[in-house]
């Protein structure tokens, strides 16, 4: 099946020495399929999985339409991902997700509520950002929730930085938009701080930090836990300038 082949891929080019990152933004869980999710990924792969190992995306062909793209990277279970998609059948939807029950979880919703413009990658967004995603391709690239390693020991792990930064400004086209939230204020703090220092952006915030929370970003699974916490959330939203 088409997901091993994409492991197989990753395991390949790692023995290769093709990446040498070291520091992941996650721990590989593999938690167990559930049938559906099983189904899903057997029966909605070719339609609406894109594969690592293909290599840089054909965006003029990839939905059969011009319409604006938004990627999202690390969508759990894909349910914010699909209302979203659903709520803008005149846009384009890419997410990239490493935890393969999600994956499954999200094409099986898809399937469900008849999202038709909708593709997902099972991969590494760090690889698929490097290796896919051509340059000034895309609309918006969403990030909500990232992991928080909220250790300080384990803030390398964070997946903004500003290496992630600069590989998502050149995904944009010139005048897309970096959205980011989170409900861990430290991690805020440090988003803020680093897109600050990035040259080609400007912050969409009135008062320069963060911005109210947007209309069109339905409440994630992980925010909805963070709000019985008691968290706040942080909505971050940049413009790529050049
Ligand atoms: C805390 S969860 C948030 C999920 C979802 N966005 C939400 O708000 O409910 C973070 C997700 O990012 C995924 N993730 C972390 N690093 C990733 C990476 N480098 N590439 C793709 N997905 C990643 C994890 O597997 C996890 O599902």
């Given at each position: 099946?088409?997901?091993?082949?994409?492991?197989?891929?990753?395991?390949?080019?790692?023995?290769?020495?093709?990446?040498?990152?070291?520091?992941r933004?996650?721990?590989?869980?593999?938690?167990?399929?559930?049938?559906?999710?099983?189904?899903?990924?057997?029966?909605?792969?070719?339609?609406?999985?894109?594969?690592?190992?293909?290599?840089?995306?054909?965006?003029?062909?990839?939905?059969?339409?011009?319409?604006?793209?938004?990627?999202?990277?690390?969508?759990?279970?894909?349910?914010?991902?699909?209302?979203?998609?659903?709520?803008?059948?005149?846009?384009?939807?890419?997410?990239?997700?490493v935890?393969?029950?999600?994956?499954?979880?999200?094409?099986?919703?898809?399937?469900?509520?008849?999202?038709?413009?909708?593709?997902?990658?099972?991969h590494d967004a760090i690889e698929i950002?490097?290796?896919?995603?051509?340059?000034?391709?895309?609309?918006?690239?969403?990030?909500?929730?990232?992991?928080?390693?909220?250790?300080?020991?384990?803030?390398?792990?964070?997946?903004?930085?500003?290496?992630?930064?600069?590989?998502?400004?050149?995904?944009?086209?010139?005048?897309?938009?970096?959205?980011?939230?989170?409900?861990?204020?430290?991690?805020?703090?440090?988003?803020?701080?680093?897109?600050?220092?990035?040259?080609?952006?400007?912050?969409?915030?009135?008062?320069?930090?963060?911005?109210?929370?947007?209309?069109?970003?339905?409440?994630?699974?992980?925010?909805?836990?963070?709000?019985?916490?008691?968290?706040?959330?942080?909505?971050?939203?940049?413009?790529?300038?050049?």
């Amino acid at each position: 099946m088409s997901n091993d082949r994409t492991h197989k891929t990753i395991e390949q080019a790692e023995a290769e020495g093709k990446y040498i990152r070291k520091v992941r933004s996650y721990v590989k869980r593999e938690g167990r399929l559930t049938k559906g999710q099983a189904r899903a990924l057997d029966t909605l792969w070719d339609t609406m999985g894109l594969d690592h190992s293909n290599g840089m995306l054909d965006m003029a062909n990839l939905f059969g339409n011009d319409n604006p793209i938004t990627l999202e990277i690390g969508f759990g279970m894909g349910k914010s991902l699909v209302a979203m998609a659903k709520a803008a059948p005149e846009r384009n939807f890419i997410g990239i997700e490493v935890h393969r029950p999600g994956v499954g979880a999200c094409l099986a919703l898809a399937e469900a509520e008849g999202v038709t413009n909708l593709k997902v990658f099972e991969h590494d967004a760090i690889e698929i950002l490097a290796d896919c995603v051509p340059k000034q391709s895309i609309d918006t690239v969403q990030l909500f929730f990232p992991d928080p390693w909220h250790k300080a020991r384990h803030h390398k792990r964070r997946i903004v930085k500003p290496e992630f930064i600069e590989s998502v400004r050149q995904s944009l086209k010139i005048g897309g938009v970096f959205h980011m939230a989170t409900d861990w204020e430290n991690y805020a703090e440090c988003m803020l701080d680093d897109m600050r220092q990035a040259e080609h952006f400007e912050n969409m915030s009135a008062t320069q930090d963060y911005v109210p929370r947007p209309d069109n970003r339905p409440l994630t699974k992980f925010e909805n836990r963070g709000q019985k916490l008691g968290h706040g959330v942080w909505d971050l939203q940049f413009k790529r300038i050049s």
